[in-house]
């Protein structure tokens, strides 16, 4: 018979086979895991990164709905203030009118009816006080403010020292809360 050779080797041999094989996947199973952690990284910071845009776009809607909010309730307001501004635009011309029958029946010496149309008079000012009308006071020898007064005419001043200024007021001006509805109506002197 014959006797088999065995051969050291070939285990020796296919010892380091598998050596090298465990290393092979030793070494792909962490490039397999550097990769998934890259890869993790990466989606970490593309959440990240969208997590911050998604911040800043609700923030940035946010401040649009405050200023929206706040010019909103601001217009509200004015809306309120000026609501009867039309019906009072249209009464203005019956206060002049009353300012006139006034001065008229004063100097000829009715007093006893100036009395009764005074109290007429007093009685619409106060309800539209109420609304929030007031008379914008303008004074002759004043200073002429173009944007708070409106020259229908200049005359020659009867003195240097009325150069600019309001010679006469025509026609009383008036606002309605913070709003000019009509401007004071002036002759200034030239």
């Known amino acids: 018979m014959k006797k088999k050779k065995i051969n050291k080797e070939k285990p020796l041999q296919d010892n380091q086979k598998n050596v090298k094989m465990q290393k092979d996947t030793n070494t792909q199973n962490e490039v397999d895991a550097n ?29 649009e709905f405050e200023n929206y909010r706040k010019r909103t309730a601001k217009e509200r307001l ?11 635009k249209n009464l203005l011309p019956i206060l002049d009118d009353f300012d006139r029958a006034l001065a008229e029946m004063k100097k000829n010496h009715e007093d006893e009816l100036a009395k009764g149309v005074e109290l007429i008079f007093d009685k ?9 009308l007031k008379e914008v006071v303008v004074k002759k020898e004043d200073d002429f403010n173009p944007e708070f007064q409106e020259a229908i005419a200049q005359v020659p001043a009867p003195s240097k020292k009325m150069v600019g200024k309001i010679v006469d ?3 009383k001006g008036y606002q309605l809360g913070n709003k000019i509805i009509r401007f004071p109506k002036v002759v200034t002197g030239k």
């Open 78 to 88: 004015e809306l309120f203030e000026t609501a009867g501004e039309g019906v009072i």
């Open 169 to 171: 007021v025509i026609e």
């Open 35 to 63: 990769f998934e952690e890259k890869e993790q990284i990466s989606a970490e910071a593309q959440l990240q990164k969208e997590l911050k845009e998604e911040k800043e776009k609700y923030l940035r809607l946010y401040a």
């Open 124 to 132: 619409l000012k106060n309800t539209l006080t109420k609304e929030g």
